[in-house]
């Protein structure tokens, strides 16, 4: 895969990191902590402008964010709901704690998302919710682009800065991706196995 970005990178330029950072949202296992570091790289080396690599790489990104967007929005509060009522368990929660979420969501929603996009494995999974609570597209790209224009800024330019030695950056963030990971595994098999469904609300009579 390495191989593979690099040559991209090297053929298309700005499309090729346009592209793959879009790839790199929807099919998680292609990494931006090696796309943008490289893609840096070759700002320090003249071959592409580093301006042009950030926005490149922005673009693309979003176009990926937004992808998953649409898929929440299609899935949309109504079903999610059903699906909480009947699956509640593996959802980790129940159509009363969803109601919750998504008023909590609702309230901060810009911070949500600004800071979702700077964490790795979440960066891609926050725009789900982000559709199904029908956050306005204005908003979803404001903050998603202020997001994921600061993710690229950063990445590439920790790799315009240490040059040929920029994978570098991903040994530190690999760990960093596999924590968090991890963590959410861990948060989500402790909900399935504590989750209790709400007791049935008998009618008086």
């Avoid at 494995?121 to 997001?147: D, E, K, Y």
């Amino acid at each position: 895969m390495f191989d593979w970005i690099v040559s991209l990178i090297d053929r298309a330029g700005y499309v090729g990191i346009a592209v793959l950072m879009l790839l790199e949202n929807v099919f998680p296992p292609i990494p931006s902590e090696v796309i943008m570091p490289l893609a840096g790289f070759s700002a320090a080396k003249g071959t592409l402008s580093f301006a042009g690599v950030v926005a490149s790489g922005t673009a693309g990104s979003l176009a990926g964010a937004y992808f998953w967007f649409l898929i929440g929005r299609w899935f949309g509060p109504k079903r999610l709901k059903r699906f909480a009522a009947r699956h509640g368990r593996w959802l980790t929660m129940h159509p009363d704690e969803l109601e919750q979420a998504r008023a909590f969501f609702a309230r901060h929603q810009g911070v949500a998302l600004f800071v979702g996009r700077l964490i790795p494995a979440i960066r891609s999974l926050i725009s789900v919710p982000a559709g199904v609570n029908c956050v306005p597209v204005p908003t979803f790209l404001l903050w998603s682009s202020l997001g994921t224009a600061l993710w690229t800024l950063l990445l590439a330019g920790a790799g315009y800065l240490l040059e040929s030695q920029y994978e570098r950056v991903s040994e530190w963030l690999n760990p960093v991706s596999n924590v968090v990971v991890a963590g959410l595994a861990i948060w989500y098999g402790y909900r399935v196995f504590t989750f209790k469904s709400p007791a049935p609300i008998r009618e008086e009579r």
